[in-house]
């Protein structure tokens, strides 16, 4: 799915996690260097962070694009891989964003080639990966076995 097709987040049905968001953010990024659109990449910013994310409220480590004031993730809808894209203050607020480490494109590219991959690269974030496959962004809804993204 390209980056050119970011849509707005749909309100009727959780977006599920695609529990690969650090590898999605590198991929936006990438496509966007490899289009030729690199006077763009000064526009967008990748954050890395923590979430206290319902239903659960436990740190979650996660990473987003933002650009002119809203965040940008990749996520499962209706069984389907969609960007889409929310505001930022929604974002923070439904999300419960606990801290996050800015990147700029190039400070991304350094990072990546410095210590490897598409990060996290703060420790306290790489500690929280991988820590729950269930989980939805949601308060209140459970995911769907059927759903699960492999």
Known sequence: MSQSTVEQAPNDEPIYPTHHCFDDCADFMNELYESGAYSELAVYTIVHGIILAP????PHAHAWIEKDG???GRGIYKG???WY???RADFVRDARVWDETRYT???AVRMSYTLGGSGPWVPEYLALCGSDESHVWKAGVAKPEDQRDG
Request: positive net charge.
């Open 55 to 58: 239903p659960d409220g436990e």
């Open 70 to 72: 809203f965040v940008i």
């Open 80 to 82: 389907k891989s969609i």
């Open 85 to 87: 894209k929310v505001k």
């Open 105 to 107: 494109f190039k400070e």
